[in-house]
């Protein structure tokens, strides 16, 4: 995908047709211009990236925890192969109506999570949003320093810290030595 690959300005009427193997008239055939062909482009990101998702957590995973965990291992999982932080830190208008309305989407989802297992309204949202905070912190960081953030080990997980701020609970000790994931 164009979005993910190279960020909002790689997509054009022009890139997307040659992707299609199409011509650029048939291009604007369908796209006004390049702001109707971003809105699609980004509802269509939603569709796959944040909807999906939280359909697939609530037919996988049962109960609040299992699908807060569920919905982690996924985002964490997924942002090794994607870079989404192109897209968060896009200055174009279109994305940025459409990040504020992800952010919100995906903030009130997890808060509902985090307050079916029993936190405040109120405290939910909070915890929600630092835990946001920090999957766009490894985000940023997964694309401006790479070798920054450790790979896979044992011990708490990304998930876990996650988790821990969300649900209050502590996060598994690391072994000594170990890289965290």
Not at 46 to 63: K, N, Q, S, W
Request: aromatic content about 4%.
């Amino acid at each position: 995908m164009a979005l993910l690959e190279g960020g909002p300005r790689a997509v054009t009427v022009e890139g997307v047709a040659t992707r299609l193997g199409a011509t650029k008239g048939s291009g604007y055939w369908h796209f006004s211009s390049r702001a109707d062909l971003l809105q699609e482009v980004v509802a269509r990101y939603r569709r796959t990236h944040t909807d999906a998702l939280i359909d697939h957590v609530h037919r996988e995973a049962d109960g609040p925890q299992e699908q807060l965990r569920l919905l982690f291992d996924l985002i964490f999982r997924a942002r090794e192969d994607g870079n989404e932080a192109r897209i968060l830190l896009s200055d174009e208008p279109v994305i940025a109506e459409a990040v504020a309305d992800l952010a919100e989407r995906r903030i009130r989802f997890v808060a509902g999570l985090v307050a079916a297992a029993g936190v405040s309204r109120a405290e939910a949202r909070r915890r929600s949003e630092v835990a946001y905070c920090m999957v766009l912190g490894h985000e940023v960081l997964l694309a401006a320093a790479p070798g920054s953030m450790t790979r896979p080990g044992r011990g708490a997980t990304r998930t876990d810290r996650v988790l821990a701020v969300l649900l209050d609970e502590p996060a598994p000790a690391a072994h000594r030595g170990a890289r965290h994931e």
